[in-house]
DNA sequence: CGTGACTTTGAGGAATTTCAAACAATGTGG
DNA sequence: CCACATTGTTTGAAATTCCTCAAAGTCACG
């Protein structure tokens, strides 16, 4: 873990509205101005996680900061007391992570590549929130999506075999560009099958058997460390049925 | 469906605070002021709803409002297209209900019991939350608790065998007090078992052996309609192993 | 008191987990 | 640059949990 400068530019909330502001094509981003940038990237401390499976906090620990993911992938997971880790949610560029409950967090969060994060003391942020309503209602905004993703998330848990949650993932990853190709249908996977399993809420074994089953099908091929997706076939057994 | 009077005495928004603005204990409620009460009050319709199962919005329909739970029980869920329901959430007074992605309701939205809620128009309440930070403060830490609750579901399903999904759902429940009894320990549950079934990703078969297994083991006791809780031991099931 | 909605029970079968082990990829020190 | 250790992935077989189908029991209400 190490500080370092870093530009405003790359600062960015990944979100879109429930209700769109104006009609039409929705930004994956919210639109945050020049202005708006400049003045979070001073209230942050830039950090930069050199490594992979770097702990950026510990649930449990005092939490006074929230976090706004700059580069990277990172999982935010909560372990049960028998040592079970089940994991929340992935985090992309745009996202923020952290929550906290009487002051505690209530999650660990881990870098699954080298990442860049923004680190934001709560009680100055909640002051520069109170001033620029415009920046708050974006935090609303996010925090309604990344509600509206959980529950998707809880549906998939609760109503999928496992084939079709591992078919379900495989098409959310392909959302984030940087880690798939549209044009040869790659992806290239930036967590282990471990990961997976857990956030799928299942076994390894079984991440690998449905990773099988799915090839067996033609609605994937394994290439290394890499997937070609047929991202067609994959989202009719997700949607269908 | 009726609209009525009501007064802005009871219209609460049940949340508490990741990172306490003070510390001590923490009130299960945002603190409004008289004030913004009678304004949400004014901005808002209200609708009661006399019959169990009403019906308060559809998935896919326009979705222009935002909900208050005022009074009663609400079940958020979402059908899948072979039919299959996944229950997000029961909803108690003093919840918003009702999320939206490009304009339409992402669930549908029904009453367990007979209720009454506020329906703000997104456009008046948006406005209104821009020109009052500490309202749109608390509507952010209400999206925030709710995001930590739907988390925890997830550790639930993701975890949790159906016995121990059963015993961790009546905890919550629990948490009500007006269908709690916290003397008797005796819990009157508003939902029936396709409900909780729903809501825990299982079967009704599976629901009612779950409870027959608490019960052999001295977890509960069924009363006709009402539970009798061991709360000790259920939290030993739900937290220990 | 009958009817429909809800709940419970039983039995067989399917999906998934667990345990074990082999296999593959990756990185490190000699 | 290779040998070896480590980590990550896959496969097999047995055990278990849970689902599905079927049916009986229970409750509330007109």
């Known amino acids: 873990m190490r500080r370092i400068a870093r530009s405003p530019a790359d600062l960015k909330i990944r979100a879109v509205r429930g209700w769109p502001a104006r009609h ?3 930004a994956p981003h919210l639109a945050l101005t020049a202005a708006e940038r400049a003045e979070l990237a001073r209230l942050a401390e830039v950090i930069e996680y050199r490594s992979r499976g770097s702990q950026i906090f510990l649930q449990g620990a005092p939490a006074g900061f929230i976090h706004l993911l700059a580069e990277g992938v990172v999982r935010s997971y909560h372990m049960l007391p028998n ?3 089940q994991i929340l949610a992935f985090h992309w560029p745009g996202d923020l992570f952290g929550l906290a409950e009487n002051d505690r967090f209530v999650n ?3 870098t699954v590549l080298p990442s860049v994060v923004y680190r934001f003391a709560v009680p100055r942020l909640s002051a520069f929130l109170r001033a620029n309503p415009a920046l708050q209602e974006g935090f609303l905004v996010k925090a309604m999506h990344d509600l509206r993703n959980t529950q998707r998330q809880l549906i998939v ?3 999928f075999d496992i084939a079709r949650r591992l078919a379900a993932f495989l098409l959310d990853c392909s959302g984030h560009e940087t880690y798939y190709n549209p044009g040869k249908h790659l992806l290239t996977l930036p967590m282990n ?4 399993a857990d956030y799928l809420g299942t076994s ?3 991440i690998s058997r449905s990773f099988g089953r799915l090839e067996k ?3 994937l091929r394994r290439q290394g460390a890499e997937v070609e997706l ?3 076939k994959l989202k009719a057994l997700v949607y269908r049925t």
């Open 108 to 110: 660990s969060a881990e």
């Open 230 to 232: 047929k991202p067609a």
């Open 83 to 85: 040592g079970e880790r």
């Open 157 to 159: 848990m609760g109503r």
């Open 204 to 206: 390894v074994e079984s």
């Open 193 to 196: 099958r471990y990961d997976i």
């Open 217 to 219: 099908d033609g609605l």
């Open 24 to 26: 039409g094509a929705e």
